[in-house]
Each structure stands twice: as structure tokens, then as C-alpha cells.
């Protein structure tokens, strides 16, 4: 009896290691992307290619990444066979592992936008947009991951109301470009360009947002995707409900 | 033993039911998802801000049903914990929701593009375009799913194919519009208005092509994201290949 015990906490044992390998490995994977974001930024900003360039040569091996850790959550969804929580854990990871690798998508895209940008213009149109826009995505991203890490349904959260500010900002930075394209014909390329980029930008916001959701399915067991943010409130335990 | 036996039979038919009816809840789904392209079109290329409103207000039933069948699958592993193609097509199945569900998100941002449109143009710009790429792509949508309804690989393979074709033609598009606007000021907001119109249908044929995809790690268990095509081609079995 007590060595049947034994057996079981050893191999219960292995499985909590291997639930937070594979969490460790998406956290990680989310901190190259996150470096990819920042790297896109900076090439867009200076209108650098050849970092541009260095973006784009890493998405493969991020893309490989998500390809790995994924089948790492099929082996243990097909030997561990997880129940309730762990189950939530490992699809939760699954899905986070998805919008990691299209933030590594969008990444890329924005560096390629900054490569034909330093073909167009001495700097990129909208800038200071481009900045705003960006820093509140990065900050998203990076809160999402880390509630993750820290299974915090809370701060979760509060990155899904990152949202409304990026929409102002965008609506902003539409006008000037439409406004800066009706001054100088000669600055139309430029300025899609730098809408293309913006896109991208918002698009990752979207991206951090899902992650957001699904820390607090993981960690609550409500899926709050497509919910309004007042209902979601109503839905969560007292203790994850902001003061 | 032969009452285990029959035990047994009797709980692997209910188990073949529920994996039935998820598939084809899940196809259901992508039915509703494809008529909302095609409203979406519709209603950017006749400007009828009415089918507009409809697509946009079909989002949140189209959300709602992603979560449900999204929720079938997470009881079919918790309950029967099912291995190898039997979890591959669990796992397909819920990673295809989510194309599923942004694309009518697409759908939904091309219909807020339409309203726009009614009130900045007489005609779509690049309305040529528009139709050619949605034809592609709504073509794209529809391979993917029927892929996955008769699990063929090489159809699946077919779609992924669509792509390029894609790629010629925006590239077309984007050369047109923004001609157009150095060509006319006041025309600069109708053509960004279209050009995200294009960029959402765009978007959506990547989607397609991520259902493609899982239908072919669904069939054969090779996972093919991110893989060059001609390299898939070699992973696959003979009587997937092409001929």
C-alpha cells in the first residue's frame, strides 16, 4: 500500500515536471517573441534593414519553437491523459503558443515594412503614433505573459482593457496619414506603409488579449473569449476581482 | 467476456458518436462562417450598409458557437481521454474553431468597411480586385472545410496551394490604389477604406490555409505549419501525393 503510494506520487511527481517544463518552454518562447516585437520596433524606428532583416531570419526558428512545445502537449495529453485544471493548463498553453507564433508573424511583417520604409522616406510617417501604439502592445504582451507565469487571473484582466487605448491611437494616427496622403501625393507609398505597420501593431495587442483570456480560463475555468469586460467581473470568484 | 466485450463496443460507439457530432457541429460552424464572407462581399460591393449591419450582428452567434463546440471538446478529452488519431482530430477540430472564428471577425471588420465605403464612394475602389481575391479565397475556405469533411490530405495540400495566387493579386490592388490616390486627394479615404477591405480578405485566406493545414496533421500526423510545401509533399504517404 504505502509502496503503491510511493509509485504514485513518483509518477504524479513527473507529471507536475513535465506540466511546468512545458509551461517554462511557451514563457520562454514568449520571451523571444517579445525581443522580436522590440527588434521590429526599433528597425521600423530607425528605418534600419539590416536589423529588419534579423527579425525576419528568426521567425523560422520561432515558428519551430511553437511546432515543438505543441508536440509536447500532444504526448502529454496522450500519456497523462490531464483531468480539470491540468487539462485547462495544457490547452491553455496550446492556444498561447498560436498567438505567440502570429506575434512572431506580425513581427516579421513589420520588418519588412521598415525595409521598404527606408526605400520611401528619411523617417517613418507617424512616428510618434507608431511609438504610442507600440509601447502599450509590448506592455500588453508582456503583462499577459507574466500573468501567465504567475497565474494571475486579476492582472490578466486588466491587459484585455489595454484595448480601447489602442483604439483611440489608431483612430488618430488614420487621420494624419489620410490627412499627410491629401497634402503630398509624393508621400502616399510611405504613409501605407506605415499604416500596414500600425496594423501589425494592433493586431499583436489582439494577440496579447487572447492571451489574457486564456490565463483566466486556466486559471478560473471560465471562457471569457468574445464576453463583455463588466460581465466577466460578475463571472470571477471575489478574490480575482479588482478592488 | 463477452458482456465486457460488448460493454466495451457500446462505450467506443458512444465515444465514435461524440467525435461525429463535434466534427459536425464544428463544419456546422464553418458553413455559417463561409455565408458571412460571402454577405460581407456582397455588402462591400453593392455599399448596402443594411447586409452590413446583419453580418456585424451574426459575429456574436458566430462567437458564441466556438465556445460551445470549443467546450464539447474540452469534456470529450477530459471524459474518454482519447490517443493518437482520435486526439489529433480533437485537437483539429479546436484549433479550427478559432480560424473559423476570425474569420468572421474578418467578415465583420470588411462589413464596418462596407458602411464606411457607402458613405465615402459612389463604387468600391479596386472593385475588380475585391471580387477576384474574395472569389480565391472564399474558394480557399471552402476546399479547407470539405478537406476536412472527407479527411483528404491532398485536397487539403491543394489549398494551401491558393496563396500565391493571393499574393499576385494584392500586390495588383495595392499598386492600383495607391496610383488612384496621388491621382485624386479626395479619393484617399474611400481607397485606405478598401485597402483594409483587401487586407481582411487576405487575412482570411491565411486562415484557410491554417484549417488546410490541419487537416493534414489531422490525417497523416504530420504537422506542416511553417513547412515549405515541397518538403510536406515528401513527408506525406504515397497515396496522399499528388499525382
New interface residues.
Given amino acids: 500500500m504505502a509502496e503503491q503510494d510511493s509509485h504514485r506520487q513518483h509518477i504524479s511527481g513527473q507529471f507536475n515536471q513535465e506540466l511546468e517544463t512545458a509551461t517554462a518552454h511557451m514563457l520562454e518562447m514568449g520571451g523571444l517573441v517579445e525581443k522580436q516585437v522590440l527588434a521590429a520596433l526599433s528597425a521600423l524606428l530607425e528605418l534600419d534593414s539590416g536589423d529588419a532583416q534579423s527579425v525576419m531570419s528568426l521567425d523560422?526558428a520561432i515558428?519551430?519553437r511553437?511546432?515543438e512545445i505543441?508536440?509536447e502537449c500532444?504526448r502529454i495529453?496522450?500519456r497523462r491523459?490531464p483531468?480539470?485544471g491540468d487539462?485547462?493548463l495544457v490547452?491553455a498553453i496550446?492556444?498561447v503558443l498560436?498567438d505567440l507564433?502570429r506575434i512572431g508573424d506580425e513581427s516579421s511583417r513589420v520588418a519588412r515594412q521598415a525595409i521598404a520604409l527606408s526605400e520611401q522616406a528619411e523617417e517613418a510617417p507617424a512616428r510618434p503614433w507608431i511609438q504610442k501604439i507600440a509601447a502599450i502592445v509590448i506592455d500588453m504582451l508582456r503583462s499577459a505573459l507574466d500573468a501567465f507565469a504567475r497565474r494571475d487571473a486579476q492582472a490578466a484582466l486588466a491587459v484585455a482593457r489595454g484595448d480601447e487605448e489602442i483604439d483611440a491611437q489608431m483612430a488618430g494616427a488614420?487621420t494624419a496619414l489620410?490627412d499627410a496622403?491629401?497634402?503630398d501625393?509624393d508621400y502616399?507609398?510611405a504613409c501605407?506603409t506605415a499604416?500596414?505597420a500600425l496594423?501589425s501593431f494592433e493586431r499583436i495587442g489582439d494577440h496579447a488579449r487572447n492571451i489574457a483570456e486564456y490565463v483566466i480560463y486556466m486559471v478560473e475555468g471560465v471562457?471569457v473569449?468574445?464576453a463583455e469586460l463588466d460581465a466577466v467581473l460578475d463571472l470571477l470568484p471575489a478574490r480575482s476581482r479588482p478592488e
Avoid: G, T, Y
Wanted: charged share 35%.
Fill in positions: 523560422k515558428n519551430a511553437e511546432v505543441d508536440d500532444f495529453l496522450a491523459q483531468a480539470a487539462l485547462r490547452l496550446s492556444k498560436n507564433e488614420m489620410a496622403m491629401r497634402e501625393p502616399v507609398e501605407i499604416m500596414w496594423r471562457d473569449r468574445h
